[in-house]
């Protein structure tokens, strides 16, 4: 006798098991972590078996100061000139077991972790993570951009690889810590316009060698210096990706912060430097669909062929194939908010010939690259094939006209020049 499966999702699981299995956990977590079940809450197991143990709980944070004498704070230029990347004076660690759930927080001292060499992150990719920064903004306040969306995109990434799960507003509550702590000496209020960016992580550590979900798992944050990325002199050149290489495919995991999306691309990124290229431009399938820049999303704006409107376009989140950027979403609900009557915003599968074509056709108005650690990058040329595509930048011949009017809304939100909900004000210690 066959047995008897759960009535509701099991022929759909069936055909669309992966999707099926992450929304289900989602919303578990969802429930079991909204609930009032005492002080304590519950935890969703990563295999699915939810128990009555300690969830993540940002109000059980232990604090250990470090000497805060001991290092100084160096300018930008020098933190960011070195092969290492420089933290501030803390670090928040949790630690997660399949028999205790989460255990207390801890803000301490950076420094290093330690791992047994059979940790499962270190085999078999059990990694995700989160990027987003924290500004000194030109009223003086600290401030973080749409924190909210980062941490529930973090739970997402966490449950796709069989990580516990946590209630994401803990997350974004030890992020506002962490950056309470460290943001009055690493950011101080005469660097106004700068930013520092954040670093959350959740790896499998359980040190037992074979595949399947971790039993134990740390998840830690950092906040550190990094390099402005979003003007290179001339703008980014983009190389699209080579025909025997793929980032992401429909089924698997693009969509979802995991390590294991990165390393494997870093080779033909190398190869594209190599030509003087910045960031491959991932195709995908033999259609050559356009899908993201480097760790970006893209962006190009251009005359539609049939209408003739100025039209914004850029990759849908239906397949799965990209990453949901916190900076896409806020550049596409800011176009359609700010720019209705000038700006047609797109979300659709376009393919590289289409761009080829509006090329030919003098189409093509701008371009460019939007994620964290690029912010809106301008994108001055396209190499696919042999042919050049040269992107206009008809403002001050740095970037398009459009480019720079979201750029600089952004900007205004980021650093408090507006008010805005997306700007969420931290109070400093
Ligand atoms: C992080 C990332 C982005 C940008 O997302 P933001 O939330 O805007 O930082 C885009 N694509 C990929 C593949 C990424 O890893």
């Given at each position: 006798m066959t047995q008897a499966a759960p009535k509701s999702h099991a022929g759909e699981q069936d055909v669309d098991l992966t999707a099926s299995a992450l929304d289900h956990r989602i919303e578990a977590n969802g429930k079991l972590n909204g609930h009032?079940?005492?002080?304590n809450g519950v935890n969703g197991h990563?295999?699915?078996?939810?128990?009555t143990l300690p969830a993540?709980?940002?109000?059980?944070l232990t604090v250990h100061t470090a000497d805060p004498t001991a290092r100084e704070v160096p300018d930008e230029a020098t933190a960011c000139s070195g092969n290492e990347t420089i933290c501030t004076d803390h670090m928040v660690t949790c630690k997660w077991t399949?028999?205790?759930?989460?255990e207390a927080p801890e803000l301490k001292p950076y420094g290093p972790l330690t791992l047994m060499p059979t940790a499962s992150v270190l085999h078999y990719a059990t990694e995700c993570f989160e990027g987003l920064k924290f500004f000194r903004g030109f009223d003086g306040k600290l401030r973080l951009f749409r924190p909210d969306l980062n941490a529930r995109r973090m739970l997402m990434s966490t449950l796709r690889i069989a990580l516990p799960g946590f209630d994401p507003k803990e997350l974004e509550k030890l992020i506002i810590a962490l950056v309470a702590k460290d943001g009055r000496k690493w950011?101080?209020?005469?660097?106004?316009?700068s930013f520092l960016y954040i670093r959350p992580a959740v790896i499998g550590?359980?040190?037992?060698?074979?595949?399947?979900?971790?039993?134990e798992a740390l998840l830690f944050i950092t906040a550190s210096f990094m390099p402005r990325m979003d003007s290179p002199a001339g703008g980014m050149k983009l190389h699209t990706s080579p025909e025997?290489?793929?980032?992401?495919?429909?089924?698997?995991?693009?969509?979802?912060?995991?390590?294991a999306n990165y390393g494997p691309s870093l080779l033909a990124t190398a190869e594209a430097r190599a030509r003087g290229y910045g960031q491959i431009l991932w195709l995908y399938g033999p259609e050559g669909y356009c899908t993201e820049a480097g760790a970006s999303n893209f962006f190009v704006v251009w005359r539609a062929k049939d209408s003739g409107k100025l039209q914004l376009v850029t990759a849908p989140l239906d397949d799965k194939l990209i990453l949901d950027g916190v900076t896409r979403r806020s550049i596409v609900e800011l176009a359609k908010i700010r720019l209705p009557s000038e700006l047609e915003v797109v979300e659709r599968r376009y393919t590289i010939d289409e761009i080829l074509e509006a090329d030919g056709e003098g189409r093509i108005v701008e371009a460019f690259a939007a994620g964290t650690a690029f912010f809106i990058c301008p994108v001055s040329a396209i190499h696919h094939r042999g042919k050049d595509i040269t992107i206009p930048?008809?403002?001050?011949?740095?970037?398009?006209l459009y480019t720079a009017k979201i750029k600089g809304w952004m900007k205004d939100i980021m650093y408090g020049n507006e008010q805005h909900e997306w700007g969420v004000v931290v109070d400093e210690e």
């Open positions: 009032a079940n005492g002080p990563a295999n699915g078996h939810p128990a993540l709980d940002a109000s059980k399949v028999a205790a759930g989460w950011l101080p209020r005469d660097r106004p316009g550590t359980q040190p037992q060698l074979g595949v399947q979900a971790p039993k025997d290489m793929v980032r992401a495919w429909v089924g698997g995991f693009g969509y979802a912060k995991v390590g930048m008809s403002k001050t011949g740095e970037s398009g």
